[in-house]
């Protein structure tokens, strides 16, 4: 049953075109019966990053969403994991730490952030293509545990680093 959900949350196909009935107001949010959801995406395309398969880009952050990283991943093995998947990587101008700030997710949890000089780099390329959201070929890697030692989960992306 969890590779079914593996297999759910990351199968790779051709990016959606994102719908209105998959958009929906958080429950946290009062609504007064007359709010529509909004959708700033209805329309759009989800456009992937492409990269050349090296999975050498890092992102930081990871250590303060192992509990996300171990629920995607599963449990820490001997041997550790390398978990071919697709992430979500999304503006978030908001952020009270960096305006360009770029979120990860994973499978719908958030799994870490760009770093600021890549942030930086990247949240122009991202409004432009996908209003901000677009995904790409990830991997989670780590995750190993023996009788002295454990190792945290990381994520590398598959993106090719501008020059």
């Known amino acids: 049953m969890f590779r079914k959900m593996l297999d759910f949350f990351f199968k790779r196909e051709e990016p959606p075109i994102v719908e209105d009935d998959k958009w929906s107001i958080p429950s946290s949010v009062p609504t007064s019966g007359n709010v529509r959801p909004h959708n700033p995406l209805k329309g759009r395309i989800r456009i992937p990053l492409k990269g050349n398969g090296s999975f050498a880009f890092d ?13 995607l991943a599963g449990k820490k093995t ?12 999304s503006r978030e101008p908001e952020n009270s ?10 499978g719908g949890k958030t799994v870490g952030y760009f ?3 890549d942030a930086k780099d990247y949240s122009g390329q991202l409004q432009s293509i996908g209003g901000g959201t677009c995904d790409v070929a990830a991997m989670i890697v780590g995750g190993f545990k023996s009788k002295t030692k454990e190792g945290n989960f990381g994520v ?3 993106i090719t680093r501008h020059t």
């Open 115 to 117: 770093s600021w000089a």
């Open 59 to 71: 992102i930081v952050g990871e250590a303060s969403y192992q509990v996300a990283l171990e629920a």
């Open 156 to 158: 590398k992306l598959d």
């Open 97 to 106: 730490h960096d305006p360009n700030a770029v979120k990860v997710e994973i």
């Open 78 to 89: 001997r041997e550790g994991k390398e978990l071919h998947c697709t992430a979500m990587v």
